[in-house]
């Protein structure tokens, strides 16, 4: 099985832009998390989507969005870029179903920076 | 709610010496625990989960961990680690029900020849 695929792996913006990132999880896969991970704060939880509906939501500015497809293909978007935004921004997938025992299964990282 | 502590942001240890990286949780709810691994420039993989069951786990790449519910811990040791074993090291935790997943600040594990 392929694993979860991140496009692009690396991004650089300047403050003010938006930016789209996309996050294909691992076939047969219906729930996909999105986190930010920073030097500073760590891994900080975004947001979860399953099944084209959002689960969970982490502590953020409504700067940032999400969306999932009915492929189960997630992308997040970020408007009007701030510097503090430039992070690594991981997906992750799982077989969530209606039970909690899944696991999760990272993508590679969209590197984004912000100037 | 739930948190991850995280004790010690590096852990330095001589290749073929054993090492515990710790991890203490908190949550009211019974939870599942788990550890990734994340190697310079990639992303998360999973070394071992606690799910129920037996309360030593075994994990990939030689690593197992022990969950301790009367001291909320989930300590992860290698009795030997190797220099390919340096990297970050995350402890996460998700409570039950459709819960996010909390990770711990993470621990760099390096690994000295």
């Known amino acids: 099985k392929a694993g979860v695929t991140q496009t692009p792996r690396y991004l650089i913006k300047t403050r003010g832009q938006q930016v789209t990132l996309s996050c294909s999880p691992i076939?047969?896969?219906?729930?996909v998390s999105w986190y930010q991970q920073t030097p500073g704060q760590g891994l900080q939880f975004l947001f979860e989507?399953?099944?084209?509906?959002?689960?969970n939501k982490g502590n953020f500015p409504g700067r940032f969005s999400g969306r999932q497809f009915s492929n189960s293909r997630s992308e997040m978007n970020v408007s009007t870029l701030e510097l503090g935004d430039s992070a690594l921004y991981l997906c992750?997938?799982?077989?969530?179903?209606?039970?909690?025992?899944?696991?999760?299964?990272f993508g590679p990282g969209t590197r984004l920076l912000v100037l | 709610a739930q948190s991850v502590t995280q004790l010690d942001s590096q852990v330095p240890v001589f290749e073929e010496a054993p090492v515990e990286l710790r991890c203490n949780y908190s949550?009211?709810?019974?939870?599942?625990l788990f550890w990734y691994v994340q190697y310079p420039n990639q992303g998360l993989q999973l070394l071992l989960k606690?799910?129920?069951?037996?309360?030593l786990v075994k994990g990939i790449n030689g690593f197992e961990a022990e969950f301790n519910k009367s001291q909320t811990s989930f300590h992860l040791r290698k009795p030997s680690v190797h220099i390919s074993d340096t990297a970050e090291y995350f402890c996460?935790?998700?409570?039950?029900?459709?819960?996010?997943?909390?990770f711990g600040t993470g621990t760099k594990l390096q690994v000295i020849p």
């Open positions: 606690y799910l129920s069951g037996s309360t």
């Open positions: 949550s009211s709810v019974s939870v599942y």
């Open positions: 989507y399953f099944s084209e509906t959002q689960r």
């Open positions: 992750a997938s799982s077989n969530r179903g209606e039970t909690s025992q899944e696991t999760q299964y």
């Open positions: 996460a935790v998700r409570a039950g029900g459709y819960q996010k997943v909390t």
């Open positions: 076939s047969g896969h219906r729930s």
